[in-house]
């Protein structure tokens, strides 16, 4: 049976915009000492805007973008959406080919054929890292300087084309974070990102510290590290790929506009996206464990 100050405490961070999956999350949530974070869609609004596209031949660019946002089409990924999007915004006309085994490998990117032609599109690893990099140099080097995400798309044994999507940071991230290191609590930002957008996003949070080019399963060996060291460990994401590591977490927390996987795999939803809520949450639960 449930005790009234446990009820009590999870109807009232209820009004507060955080649901309590159960009591034992309300206990659980006190005890916390660190928080890692998801990036994309978590830390930021999760909506990338293409800013920069460039191409490898000075013709066909519209056939090649058609192409790749015709494959992106069948990925739920943000990026894969905003692509959509771009070509979208162009006015260009649907793809009469038709996109044949697409592949998606999950922290990496999509693969299918067109045409006959091998098609993939994704991040560096993905794409062959010293392809990718010397087309990057030949192009516009500062690019994962500015923050922004890279997306490479290779055609057979060429990359052919390279986009730079921007997200945006959540206007209550720096504060969130400030709000959890003040009270002493550590945080970490996890992503699949590259190494130097990882490193402007977390610091423009304020956040501890950072681990990028991290694969879904990589965040849940971090997530229990971070366990052996921490003890009481919280995990926010809102991706399907981060249902795992929600799931490591002593207390996994959903963004309230996540995917359906990370909502109902998590122990805790911020229904409004909110991420200061999390230290009012704990707020209410130190308080009930007093009382009990
Ligand atoms: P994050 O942790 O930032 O949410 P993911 O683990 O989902 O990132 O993906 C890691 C990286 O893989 C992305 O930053 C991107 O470069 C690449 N990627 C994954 N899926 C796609 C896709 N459908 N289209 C383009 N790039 C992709
Ligand atoms: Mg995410």
């Given at each position: 049976?449930?005790?009234?100050?446990?009820?009590?405490?999870?109807?009232?961070?209820?009004?507060?915009?955080?649901?309590?999956?159960?009591?034992?999350?309300?206990?659980?949530?006190?005890h916390i000492k660190?928080?890692?974070?998801?990036?994309?869609?978590?830390?930021?609004?999760?909506?990338?805007?293409?800013?920069?596209?460039?191409?490898?031949?000075?013709?066909?660019?519209?056939?090649?973008l058609k192409i790749?946002?015709?494959?992106?089409?069948?990925?739920?990924?943000?990026?894969?959406?905003?692509?959509?999007?771009?070509?979208?915004?162009?006015?260009?006309?649907?793809?009469?080919?038709?996109?044949?085994?697409?592949?998606?490998?999950?922290?990496?990117?999509?693969?299918?054929?067109?045409?006959?032609?091998?098609?993939?599109?994704?991040?560096?690893?993905?794409?062959?890292?010293?392809?990718?990099?010397?087309?990057?140099?030949?192009?516009?080097?500062?690019?994962?300087?500015?923050?922004?995400?890279?997306?490479?798309?290779?055609?057979?044994?060429?990359?052919?084309?390279?986009?730079?999507?921007?997200?945006?940071?959540?206007?209550?991230?720096?504060?969130?974070?400030?709000?959890?290191?003040?009270?002493?609590?550590?945080?970490?930002?996890?992503?699949?990102?590259?190494?130097?957008?990882?490193?402007?996003?977390?610091?423009?949070?304020?956040?501890?510290?950072?681990?990028?080019?991290?694969?879904?399963?990589?965040?849940?060996?971090?997530?229990?590290?971070?366990?052996?060291?921490?003890?009481?460990?919280?995990?926010?994401?809102?991706?399907?790929?981060?249902?795992?590591?929600?799931?490591?977490?002593?207390?996994?927390?959903?963004?309230?506009?996540?995917?359906?996987?990370?909502?109902?795999?998590?122990?805790?939803?911020l229904m409004k996206?909110?991420?200061?809520?999390?230290?009012?949450?704990?707020?209410?639960?130190?308080?009930?464990?007093?009382?009990?």
């Open positions: 049976s449930i005790m009234p100050a446990t009820l009590s405490a999870i109807s009232s961070s209820a009004k507060n915009g955080v649901l309590f999956k159960g009591g034992v999350h309300v206990e659980n949530l006190s660190a928080v890692a974070f998801d990036k994309t869609g978590t830390l930021t609004n999760g909506k990338p805007v293409v800013t920069e596209a460039f191409y490898k031949e000075k013709d066909n660019q519209n056939q090649t790749v946002a015709a494959i992106e089409k069948y990925s739920t990924h943000p990026l894969a959406q905003s692509i959509v999007q771009f070509t979208k915004e162009k006015g260009l006309d649907e793809l009469a080919s038709e996109v044949l085994d697409m592949t998606t490998i999950s922290g990496n990117g999509i693969s299918a054929v067109v045409d006959g032609d091998h098609w993939k599109i994704g991040k560096a690893d993905f794409v062959g890292k010293e392809d990718a990099m010397s087309f990057l140099h030949g192009v516009a080097n500062n690019l994962a300087n500015e923050g922004k995400t890279i997306v490479f798309a290779k055609k057979n044994n060429e990359i052919t084309a390279v986009f730079a999507l921007k997200d945006t940071i959540r206007k209550d991230a720096k504060n969130a974070i400030a709000l959890l290191k003040k009270h002493g609590i550590t945080t970490v930002m996890l992503t699949g990102d590259n190494e130097l957008t990882a490193k402007i996003i977390a610091k423009e949070a304020g956040i501890d510290s950072y681990i990028a080019n991290c694969l879904p399963e990589e965040k849940v060996t971090h997530v229990k590290q971070l366990r052996e060291k921490y003890k009481n460990v919280s995990m926010v994401g809102d991706g399907i790929n981060d249902a795992p590591a929600l799931a490591s977490a002593n207390v996994g927390i959903a963004m309230g506009e996540g995917t359906d996987v990370a909502m109902e795999t998590a122990d805790v939803v996206n909110d991420l200061t809520k999390i230290t009012e949450a704990m707020a209410i639960s130190t308080k009930m464990n007093k009382i009990i």
